[in-house]
């Protein structure tokens, strides 16, 4: 089945404790992307990745780190996580550039203590 | 700068219909799509349209575009319950040599029977 997982689904933790969120698309897919979603402020991105060791910085990228070693991962890095980076985050992949269909990942509540 | 904007919140009865609009301000999108979120979903890829389209029915959905008014709209015929959820509007914008697309904050869809 053709799909994007994110792990952990649901994670607390405390202020500056680095953490990482995996995501992973098995459509072999160039265009990865995460987003986080806070109340009134819908989606915004935090970084993109075109294709393997090729990433770039989106809307919100302070405080993330992103590495693309392998196509198929697209890990999402908080080195010092601070509580306004509580939110929900999403990973989304695309076979080419943003103009074919992105497909979303179940998404990754964070809470930051 | 890319700008999405939608109202927060549409109410209806089941079997009519539902109109959600959203308005975008750059006039290099090239693609346009509506996303369905469910509680504790993901993002669904509801339909798109191409920006030098008018008009796109799949079913129970209809885009319509305006594109000179950059006003964007998604029309769910007979709604039913089921159909309640968050919708996003989302533009594709060429930018730094790649797409990406920008969210509106969603327009909550509430379904009474």
């Known amino acids: 089945e053709a799909q994007v997982t994110q792990n952990p689904r649901y994670l607390i933790t405390v202020t500056g404790k680095k953490l990482t969120v995996t995501c992973s698309q098995n459509?072999?897919?160039?265009?990865m992307s995460w987003y986080r979603q806070d109340p009134g402020l819908g989606l915004r991105q935090i970084y993109y990745?075109?294709?393997?060791?090729?990433?770039d910085k989106g809307d919100v990228p302070e405080g993330y780190k992103v590495s693309r070693k392998e196509k198929r991962n697209f890990p999402l890095i908080l080195e010092s996580p601070s509580p306004n980076q509580t939110s929900l985050y999403f990973c989304?992949?695309?076979?080419?550039?943003?103009?074919?269909?992105?497909?979303f990942g179940p998404g990754t509540r964070l809470t930051v203590l | 700068g890319e700008d999405v904007e939608q109202s927060l919140f549409l109410s209806v009865r089941e079997g009519d219909s539902s109109v959600i609009n959203c308005t975008y301000t750059d006039s290099s999108s090239t693609y346009l799509y509506w996303y369905k979120q469910e509680p504790g979903a993901g993002l669904q890829l509801l339909t798109y349209i191409f920006s030098n389209m008018d008009m796109k029915q799949d079913q129970r959905l209809t885009v319509l575009l305006n594109k000179k008014d950059k006003h964007l709209s998604l029309r769910i015929a007979d709604t039913q319950t089921g159909d309640s959820a968050i919708y996003f509007c989302a533009e594709s914008t060429p930018r730094r040599g790649y797409s990406t697309l920008t969210f509106g904050k969603g327009t909550m869809l509430l379904v009474s029977p």
């Open positions: 989304a992949s695309s076979l080419e550039r943003g103009t074919d269909t992105q497909y």
């Open positions: 459509m072999n897919h160039e265009y």
């Open positions: 990745s075109m294709n393997v060791e090729v990433t």
